[in-house]
């Protein structure tokens, strides 16, 4: 069974950084591919980044590039999204996901989902 958790959200001012981590399997690692993805109140879950299936590089919406970075622990099985210069249209819960290495810009083809962080980002 494959468990994601997420942690590190809360309520920053704009233009300040929070690093949210997403704690799962090594087994994760090795059949899916993991991302973050953030859903906003109204709207739509949306693609944030996702590690590239060596782990080594992760590749990002246009709305993020820049100012987050995807990256991995792999000794401790953790995914990191640094997020700098947030704006308050980045408010947001924030969910670590796995699924399919060549899917993961399409969050309903995600196939596990972890329980969310909420970001709050005040003007």
């Known amino acids: 069974q494959v468990q994601l958790v997420e942690s590190g959200g809360g309520l920053v001012q704009a233009g300040e950084s929070l690093r949210l981590s997403c704690v799962t399997s090594?087994?994760?690692?090795?059949?899916?591919?993991v991302g973050w993805y953030r859903q906003a109140p109204g709207q739509e879950r949306e693609f944030v980044a996702a590690?590239?299936?060596?782990?080594?590089?992760?590749y990002y919406a246009d709305s993020v590039e820049g100012r987050f970075t995807i990256s991995r622990d792999s000794a401790k099985n953790t995914v990191f999204l640094q997020m700098n210069s947030l704006k308050p249209e980045d408010t947001a819960v924030y969910y670590c996901?796995?699924?399919?290495?060549?899917?993961?810009?399409?969050?309903?083809?995600?196939?596990?989902w972890g329980r969310g962080t909420q970001v709050t980002v005040s003007p």
């Open positions: 590690l590239t299936r060596d782990g080594a590089d992760g």
């Open positions: 996901g796995a699924g399919s290495w060549l899917r993961m810009r399409v969050p309903r083809t995600i196939a596990y």
């Open positions: 090594a087994r994760t690692f090795r059949s899916y591919g």
